[in-house]
Nanobody, 122 residues
Framework: QVQLVESGGGLVQAGDSLRLTCAAS????????MGWFRQAPGKEREFVAV????????DYAGSVKGRFAISRDNAKNTASLQMNSLKPEDTAVYYC???????????????WGQGTQVTVSS
C-alpha cells in the first residue's frame, strides 16, 4: 500500500518556475514507477512525465519536454517535478501516481495523490 501527497502548487506568472513534490508512505515506494499527470478544467487527464523505480529512465509529454524535469529520491520516499518556463496552458491540477509498470498510461497507475493546483497567469 502506498499513500501519496503532493505539495508545491501555486499561482505564478508565465516564465516562472515551480517544483512539485510527492511524498510517499509505504515501504514499497522504491519498487514503483512514479508519474505526474495533470487535468485542466473541462479537459481529460493527461500524462506529463514518468520515472522508473530506479530513476534510470524518464519520459515526458512533448508539451513539457525540455521545460520539466522529473526526479525521485528513494531514500526519502519522494518524487519531484521541476517545472520551468511555465506557460498559461500548463494551468491544471497536477497529480502524482505510482505504478508497478513504467508507462504513460494512467490506467496502469494504481496509487494516486489528491492533486495540487498550478495556475500560470499570462
Amino acid at each position: 500500500q502506498v499513500q501519496l501527497v503532493e505539495s508545491g502548487g501555486g499561482l505564478v506568472q508565465a516564465g516562472d518556475s515551480l517544483r512539485l513534490t510527492c511524498a510517499a508512505s509505504g515501504r514499497t515506494f522504491r519498487t514503483y514507477a512514479m508519474g505526474w499527470f495533470r487535468q485542466a478544467p473541462g479537459k481529460e487527464r493527461e500524462f506529463v512525465a514518468v520515472i522508473s523505480w530506479s530513476g534510470g529512465s524518464t519520459d515526458y509529454a512533448g508539451s513539457v519536454k525540455g521545460r520539466f524535469a522529473i526526479s525521485r529520491d528513494n531514500a526519502k520516499n519522494t518524487a519531484s517535478l521541476q517545472m520551468n518556463s511555465l506557460k498559461p496552458e500548463d494551468t491544471a491540477v497536477y497529480y502524482c501516481a505510482g505504478s508497478s509498470i513504467y508507462s504513460r498510461d494512467d490506467g496502469l497507475f494504481r496509487y494516486w495523490g489528491q492533486g495540487t493546483q498550478v495556475t500560470v497567469s499570462s
